[in-house]
């Protein structure tokens, strides 16, 4: 089966623009979560969806970020305006619904100058 | 408060065996995962554990104990291709959401 996509792979960005990132999960998978690595610091938890609702985004860090999941298929992750500190890597993963395990996408690699 | 912690860097021969190990205090504890991520990719998942005890898998084995908040990921007859970060990382709730430490780079010289 195919894994976890994200594109794109490396993005490089303005402060001040706008940017928006997109996950396609695995098919079938009801749960797609977001994480972010700033650079230095650990992974952390951004929110997830259960099919296309919004299960839990306590880990969204302000207004500037939005997530949607159209139709419970794809995702997507805009920020707007961007911030210098929005830099790092954004990673998605999925899960069958019921599983404990869950599998990463490669990561997109924000940078914003 | 919540951390989980982690050696930053280890070293080892190809051939040896390293024992990284995770301490961790966290709001919920529905297990915890071990993960390895080589630079620019995923990370990929390596183990599990929710009862206290050993999994072993292979080369890698991770073990538990919840009353003292601890685990450690064992990579034995190391090979070139291991060195590599890896992640401890807790669930913290029913629905999947985890929590990592910084990670621990493992260096393997020839």
């Known amino acids: 089966e195919a894994g976890v996509t994200q594109f794109p792979s490396h993005s490089v960005i303005e402060k001040g623009q706008t940017v928006t990132l997109r996950c396609d999960p695995i098919?079938?998978?009801?749960?797609l979560y977001w994480y972010r690595r700033v650079m230095g610091k650990e992974i952390k938890f951004l929110l997830h969806?259960?099919?296309?609702?919004?299960?839990?985004e306590s880990g969204m860090p302000n207004n500037r970020f939005l997530a949607e999941r159209t139709g419970g298929t794809y995702s997507t992750l805009k920020v707007q305006p961007a911030e210098l500190e929005d830099s790092g890597v954004y990673f998605c993963?999925?899960?069958?619904?019921?599983?404990?395990?869950?599998?990463f996408g490669s990561g997109t690699r924000l940078t914003v100058v | 408060g919540q951390n989980i912690d982690q050696p930053t860097e280890m070293t080892a021969t190809e051939g040896a065996i390293v024992q990284i190990n995770c301490t961790y205090q966290?709001?919920?504890?529905?297990?915890l995962f071990w993960y390895q991520q080589h630079a620019g990719e995923a990370p990929t998942f390596l183990s599990y554990?929710?009862?206290?005890g050993l999994e072993e898998k292979g080369r890698f084995s991770s073990f538990l104990s919840r009353s003292k908040g601890y685990s450690y990921l064992l990579l034995k007859e190391l090979q070139m291709k291991d060195s590599a970060s890896y992640l401890c990382?807790?669930?913290?709730?029913?629905?999947?959401?985890?929590?990592f430490g910084a990670g621990t780079q493992v260096v393997v010289t020839p």
């Open positions: 993963a999925s899960s069958p619904q019921g599983s404990y395990g869950y599998t």
């Open positions: 098919s079938g998978h009801d749960n």
């Open positions: 969806f259960v099919k296309e609702s919004k299960q839990d």
């Open positions: 966290t709001s919920g504890f529905n297990g």
């Open positions: 554990n929710v009862l206290d």
């Open positions: 990382a807790v669930r913290t709730d029913s629905w999947g959401k985890l929590q």
